[in-house]
């Protein structure tokens, strides 16, 4: 038997319905927000990635090469490729740009729960400002996705990778350190950077400083402890219009950097608590990547979501409820009344309706089971008196309820008894 490779996964159905929910309900939002959605290929030259990534994402990427012997990559992350997209055949449309994508993304990572091998992004990037408002709109958007999603337990931090950036930047010069030492503050994996500063004779102030910046957290108050700064006057002014935009539950977290290496500016996260390891349901911030591509510098923010994580996330608060797959499942009786069973399921399809026809010349009772089992709202029986009478009976699977309704009666009695 062929396994699936580790760290994919198979989508039933049933799980299929949850997810496209879920799915369709961020769409929606980003609709609201006025972003319009772009496709763009699940392989790209792999220089899009290695350019600005960071090392993080290039050590977990598939690469292979093609029978032209280019050297290609299935995405990590849909950012780089939205950008090189805008460089080649956007860069005159009029500012801002507002652009969001659903797809899947590939990184070889240790599979676990909420970490898998191909998983799925939602992810939007506004292209062309830089303003606090900006950045303002694409957490409210990103907020209200998640909300929307489902989701009830969720904290939103907002920092500022400038801050810690310029100063690691300016007392590193060592670029491959000063990279290693941001990885760490990431992954708050504060020994392993306490012994870096050790073992590099990296200056021990230095390290209380990062530490101390790292740790403001919490309210908007907290940036009151910072030194003001074009920086810390950004983030003010982004709480500022989050607040108007009704989002006064944002935190602040400075020790932000995030895993991918172009951003410049302000970052969030959004994390789920109850999915312990892997709780980050969210990341983005600002960044530019254009100039490396080719095109001009344009600032932009953006965030993806990780769809996988949010579906995970809103089935552990409560089941994401579905409608059922099928409005009618339509039985023959017998065998004389299956031509006139065909009629009546294409002209409920017909009518918009989700319905199925016994394909398989079950017994009533068998059919009925089937029905019930595959989770349809009503059974039609189609019988000898039923076909004299132009009609058709009409069986309430929830309720075991039946009537006689006329042939030409039942998809507006199904489609009526929806709410
Ligand atoms: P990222 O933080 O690498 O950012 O990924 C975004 C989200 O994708 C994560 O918060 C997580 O929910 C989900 N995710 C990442 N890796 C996995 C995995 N192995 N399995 C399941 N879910 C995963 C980016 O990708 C940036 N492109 C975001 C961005 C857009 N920044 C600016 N614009």
């Known amino acids: 038997m062929i396994q699936r490779p580790r760290g994919t996964r198979d989508f039933g159905p049933a799980e299929m319905a949850?997810?496209?929910?879920?799915?369709?309900?961020?769409?929606?939002?980003?609709?609201?927000?006025?972003?319009?959605?772009?496709?763009?290929p699940t392989f790209e030259h792999s220089e899009l990635f290695t350019l600005r990534s960071g090392q993080g994402i290039i050590d977990e990427m598939y690469v292979f090469k093609d029978k032209g012997d280019r050297e290609m990559a299935l995405r990590p992350e849909i950012t780089a490729s939205v950008i090189r997209f805008y460089v080649t055949d956007m860069s005159t449309s009029p500012k801002p740009l507002k652009l969001y994508y659903v797809?899947?993304?590939f990184r070889y990572e240790n599979p676990q729960s909420g970490r898998y091998r191909e998983f799925f992004q939602l992810g939007a990037e506004l292209i062309g400002t830089k303003t606090p408002e900006t950045d303002a709109e694409v957490i409210a958007l990103a907020v209200n996705c998640i909300r929307d999603a489902g989701l009830e337990n969720f904290v939103v931090r907002v920092g500022h990778i400038g801050i810690l950036k310029s100063l690691v930047r300016e007392q590193i010069k060592d670029e491959q350190t000063?990279?290693?030492?941001?990885?760490?503050?990431?992954?708050?994996?504060?020994?392993?950077?306490?012994?870096?500063?050790?073992?590099?004779?990296?200056?021990?102030?230095?390290?209380d400083k990062i530490t101390s910046i790292a740790d403001i957290k919490g309210g908007v108050e907290e940036l009151n402890n910072l030194e003001d700064s074009e920086s810390t006057r950004h983030l003010k002014e982004i709480f500022e219009v989050l607040k108007l935009y009704g989002i006064d539950d944002a935190q602040v977290d400075l020790g932000i950097v995030r895993g991918l290496d172009y951003y410049s500016g302000m970052v969030f996260e959004i994390d789920a608590p109850r999915l312990g390891a892997e709780k980050q349901v969210l990341g983005g911030g600002s960044y530019t990547l254009s100039e490396l591509f080719g095109?001009?510098?344009?600032?932009?923010?953006?965030?993806?979501?990780?769809?996988?994580?949010?579906?995970?996330a809103s089935e552990a608060e409560r089941e994401i409820q579905v409608e059922p797959p099928l409005d009618a499942y339509v039985i023959p009786a017998k065998d004389d009344m299956r031509k006139y069973a065909f009629g009546i399921v294409a002209r409920l399809r017909s009518q918009g309706l989700n319905a199925?026809?016994?394909?398989?010349?079950?017994?009533?009772?068998?059919?009925?089971?089937y029905a019930s089992s595959v989770g349809a709202r009503f059974a039609v029986i189609v019988g000898k008196d039923e076909m004299a009478k132009r009609s058709v009976t009409l069986r309430d699977m929830k309720t075991g309820k039946q009537?006689?309704?006329?042939?030409?009666?039942?998809?507006?009695?199904?489609a009526g008894s929806h709410g």
């Not at 949850?18 to 763009?40: L, P, S, Y």
């Not at 001009?296 to 579906?311: C, H, L, N, Q, Y």
């Open 356 to 369: 199925d026809v016994d394909l398989m010349r079950r017994t009533m009772s068998k059919n009925l089971k």
């Open 178 to 207: 000063a990279a290693e030492v941001l990885r760490k503050i990431d992954k708050e994996d504060w020994d392993a950077l306490g012994d870096m500063f050790d073992a590099k004779v990296l200056p021990r102030q230095l390290f």
């Open 103 to 105: 797809g899947n993304c």
């Open 295 to 312: 095109g001009e510098p344009v600032f932009s923010t953006g965030f993806a979501i990780g769809i996988d994580r949010v579906v995970l």
């Open 18 to 40: 949850k997810r496209r929910k879920v799915e369709q309900a961020m769409r929606d939002v980003c609709h609201r927000f006025g972003f319009g959605e772009v496709v763009t």
């Open 403 to 414: 009537e006689l309704v006329l042939a030409d009666e039942v998809g507006s009695a199904i």
